[in-house]
Structure formats: structure tokens, C-alpha cells
């Protein structure tokens, strides 16, 4: 599974106010619906998200907080 995207997850799950089963439910409910998870297995697209987010984790320090600011942006 894309474990960055499941990390921004729990972080915005912590943010809610949700903890425990709740939090776990948000996080891999998010996964499931994006299809990066089908049930508890990571599939195809999944392992795409992880493959380009460490590609984009070589970039300069400039460039990686330009795509942290349009995450942010995006997820509220």
C-alpha cells in the first residue's frame, strides 16, 4: 500500500478527532475508494502512487514544498 499516502491519512484522521477502529476505518476506507487498496491488498495503482511519490521524493527541497503546499491545499 502507499505508505505515505496512508501516513497523511492517519494524520488527517488524527486531525478529525478520530481514534482507534475509527481511524483505521478512515484510512483504509480513503484507500479502498482511491483504489490503491482492494480490500487489504495494494493493487496495480497502488503501487504506481508509491513508485511516483518516491520519484518525486528526489526532488529538490523547493519543488517538494510546492507539492506538500498543493496537498495541503487539498486536503483541507
Known sequence: MPKFLENVLQKA???KGLKGDAADKYTFGALNNMNAMQGNK?????KAMQKKHEAKAKLSAAQAAKIRRKADA???
Open 74 to 76: 487539498i486536503l483541507g
Open 42 to 46: 495494494e493493487t496495480a495503482k497502488g
Open 13 to 15: 484522521a488524527a486531525a
